[in-house]
């Protein structure tokens, strides 16, 4: 049993959806689960929708919805022939879309978009799009059934960040999934969509959908997990800033993991710890270029004597500083320090600490003013907006003396204001000025990628054992 989920670039348009068709169409001779985002930027144009109403502008709210309404009902125009399924999803997205249009004047009428609202009105675009690609799929004799996630997928009520409860959402899998894989259907479901223990719609956060199929894959006990986005896998760096940047074939849950935070355009830092726990491997594939192999992922890489498996990065971090003389030798300093940001729920993403201080990097500071405003008491505080962070990942890492010096070999003009060797030693992190960031990443990749330096042949000497592989 596979787990196929299709992010919203590869149900943007008719020629995408095409390719869907024969990509589930090939791996039809073993039972599948689909899991669909909403069409395009769909999620980001309902977000439109919400922000303009509660802000008054509600003409224009009503502009994003027509706009959305003619895209959608453009693809049903393609995609499926007339006759009564046709009608059928039409008469559906039209009432979808009425209702959002009301939705839009109660936002504009009470200036509300709440957290809840927000899941509502979000939750939508998947709606739209399941309801459509399963009338297609069914057109072109694909024995799909459409599900709701809702019924699948249960979470606490944090609404537009909810967790899931993994026993209740195994349970709901399993007894709604399993009796339509056993009457050999293919089950058609929504991403990112749920429902809370007391019944209110939430969503997993944005990019959510890929967690979806992690979960329905676990729960299932999936032979493998595919996610089907516009990028061949994950990349040694991100090829919108290194052309030159190659896909990496197989790595590791840990390296993935680490890769999450930073590389979340290619997958939600979440989506891997269901399947971790399962021991189910992941494989990351491009619609566009189905025939590549993507990166696969699994519990334990094999090592193909690659140091650093990639670069990535983050913009639009926050570094906190904070120096005290109290910390001094003080036990139990630390543990203040971060009782604070527990309690405003601002995630420290990288530490480093030294006798006298604590360097904090963040990247959600909506509520960091709060955590500032309580630190305060302890000691001199700055602040530096605009900072990336940048890292370095690979297994291999903890196993090469002087990885520290290769790194920064090549940027010894660069101001790096942080520096941290993760705790798992496969990710070596700095922070740097925003506007450092083109010049650092090339330079990285040249070092690594560009000249043979992370090449399998280029293995260290003291390492006997891969040596010896080479060598027989
Ligand atoms: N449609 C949602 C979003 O754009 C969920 C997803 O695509 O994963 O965030
Ligand atoms: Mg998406």
Wanted: proline fraction near 4%; include cysteine.
């Amino acid at each position: 049993m596979r787990v196929l989920k299709f992010g919203g670039t590869s149900v943007g348009d008719v020629d995408s959806i095409s390719s869907v068709l024969e990509i589930v169409r090939r791996q039809m001779d073993q039972p599948l689960v689909l899991v669909f985002s909403a069409m395009g930027k769909t999620t980001d144009q309902l977000a439109a929708v919400g922000e303009l109403a509660s802000q008054g502008k509600l003409e224009e709210s009503l502009g994003v919805i027509s706009a959305l309404r003619g895209y959608h009902f453009e693809i049903i125009g393609q995609l499926l022939k007339n006759g009564e399924a046709k009608r059928r999803v039409t008469s559906f997205c039209d009432q979808t879309f009425r209702s959002l249009e009301e939705m839009a004047r109660g936002m504009s009428v009470l200036s509300d978009f709440s957290l809840a609202v927000q899941d509502r009105v979000l939750g939508l675009g998947e709606i739209l799009s399941t309801r459509i690609l399963a009338a297609f799929f069914l057109q072109e004799n694909l024995p799909v059934e459409w599900v709701d996630a809702r019924e699948l997928v249960v979470t606490d009520e944090q609404h537009t960040q909810a967790e899931p409860l993994f026993e209740e959402t195994r349970a709901r899998c399993r007894e709604v999934l399993l009796p339509l894989l056993k009457k050999k259907r293919i089950p058609l479901t929504q991403g990112y969509i749920a429902r809370s223990k007391s019944g209110a719609i939430t969503t997993l956060g944005r990019g959510g959908s890929d967690y979806t199929a992690s979960l329905i894959g676990a729960a299932l006990e999936a032979e493998e997990i595919q996610i089907w986005t516009d990028v061949d896998g994950i990349m040694t760096a991100d090829p919108s800033l290194i052309p030159q940047a190659k896909n990496i074939p197989v790595m590791s849950f840990n390296e993935a993991a680490e890769l999450a935070f930073f590389g979340a355009r290619v997958l939600h830092p979440k989506t891997l710890v269901p399947a971790v726990e399962r021991g189910i491997p992941v494989r990351v594939r491009n619609t566009r270029r189905p025939e590549g192999e993507g990166t696969l992922i699994l519990a334990e890489a094999p090592g193909n004597g690659q140091r650093v498996k990639s670069i990535a990065y983050k913009e639009g971090m926050t570094l906190v500083n904070l120096v005290s003389t109290r910390m001094f030798k003080a036990h139990g300093f630390l543990k203040q320090i971060f009782e604070i940001f527990d309690r405003f729920r601002v995630s420290a993403d990288l530490v480093a600490t030294s006798e006298v201080s604590v360097a904090v990097a963040i990247y959600d500071t909506a509520r960091l003013p709060l955590v500032i405003q309580e630190l305060q008491q302890y000691g001199k505080i700055t602040v530096k907006p605009r900072q990336a962070v940048v890292c370095v990942v690979g297994e291999k890492l903890k196993e090469t003396p002087g990885i520290v010096g290769q790194v920064f070999q090549d940027l010894s003009d660069v101001r790096v204001s942080m520096l941290s060797l993760g705790g798992s030693e496969i990710n070596l992190s700095f922070v740097i000025d925003e506007n450092d960031l083109p010049t650092v990443i090339s330079r990285l990749h040249r070092r690594f990628f560009e000249q043979g330096n992370g090449a399998p042949e280029d293995v260290p000497p003291h390492d006997l054992h891969a040596y010896e592989e080479v060598t027989q």
